[in-house]
């Protein structure tokens, strides 16, 4: 089972040993020899790796009380994310993308760090090259106490003029209006990324160097569809990263991830953290 970071072989190499775990809840943690396995050889190559790159999505946030996109619960009124998270939505309909901006800021602003963020703390704090490239707009890592963190989606926290494209910070819930308005009459937006739009730069290309430099990657709570995120760590594994995947269900990365861990990112993330 000796990955070193080179040579490693592409995707389409020689078949590499891979581990898929299921762990369905916290509980088993104990009683599955597997996932012990499971875990404690995240732990170790992450233990071993002088530089790591984690990759979050929703689901990192869904034990704070933060509602997922996809899958049960993700749905606001009728309508799905890709329907409202759309320069067009907003152009079309900005009380109605901005109504469900404003339920999601006062869903989130009383949230707390769960131990999932709490644990990626922990890993910064031991690892000599680290960053946490997150596709959350929560927050939550921040709070947490991350400070190597890109946010590659944005942040629902930041307001942003359509008119003169002056951007503030601005925490409160409920907004004052809806859809606010700039000092200079222009609609504010969301300072997050919608579909169509690009990343922000500076944020993106430090990821995409991080991936393409790690030598262990650790991918949690993304259903790992959305691009550009979803590319990092097939990047990183094309360069010969070991790749850890955390998540309850399946995704498109799991076929390429060295390990698959089943679970609850709040139960499993502090147990591989502890045994790095
Ligand atoms: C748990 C858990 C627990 C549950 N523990 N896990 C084909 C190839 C490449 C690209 C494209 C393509 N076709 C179209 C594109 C482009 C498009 C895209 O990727 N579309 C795909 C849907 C196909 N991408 C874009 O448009 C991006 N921009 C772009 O490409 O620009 C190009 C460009 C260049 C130059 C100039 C101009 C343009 C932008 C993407 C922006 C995405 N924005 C959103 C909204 C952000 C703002 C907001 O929050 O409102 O970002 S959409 C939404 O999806 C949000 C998320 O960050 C993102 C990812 O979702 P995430 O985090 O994975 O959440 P879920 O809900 O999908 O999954 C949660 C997971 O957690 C699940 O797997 C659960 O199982 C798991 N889970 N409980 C651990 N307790
Ligand atoms: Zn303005």
Request: glycine share 8%.
């Amino acid at each position: 089972m000796a990955h070193g970071r080179s040579p490693r072989p592409a995707v389409d190499g020689p078949p590499t040993p891979r581990i898929k775990i299921q762990v369905l809840s916290e509980a088993s943690i104990d009683v599955s020899r597997t996932a012990a396995e499971g875990i404690a050889l995240a732990g170790r190559r992450l233990r071993e790796a002088r530089r790591v790159l984690a990759l979050t999505g929703a689901g990192i946030s869904a034990e704070s009380g933060v509602p997922t996109f996809r899958g049960p619960g993700g749905l606001w009124r009728q309508y799905r994310p890709e329907d409202l998270a759309t320069p067009e939505a907003f152009a079309r309909d900005p009380r109605l993308v901005w109504e469900w901006y404003a339920w999601r800021r006062e869903v989130i602003a009383p949230l707390r760090p769960n131990a999932a963020h709490r644990a990626l703390v922990a890993l910064e704090k031991r690892t000599p090259e680290f960053l946490l490239a997150t596709q959350n707009v929560d927050g939550l890592h921040g709070a947490a106490g991350s400070a190597r963190v890109v946010e590659l989606h944005g942040t629902i926290w930041q307001l942003r003029c359509t008119s003169c494209a002056h951007s503030r910070e601005d925490r409160g819930v409920p907004l004052a209006e809806i859809p606010p308005r700039c000092a200079c009459g222009g609609l504010l937006r969301p300072g997050v990324v919608w579909f169509g739009e690009a990343l922000p730069e500076e944020p993106v290309t430090r990821a995409f160097e991080a991936a393409r430099e790690a030598e262990a990657v650790l991918v949690v709570g993304t259903s790992s569809l959305v691009y550009p995120a979803a590319a990092l760590p097939q990047v990183a594994r094309a360069a010969g990263a070991f790749v850890i995947e955390i998540n309850p269900e399946p995704t498109p990365l799991t076929p390429l991830a060295d390990v698959s861990l089943r679970g609850p990112a709040a139960a499993l993330l502090p147990a591989i953290v502890e045994a790095a």
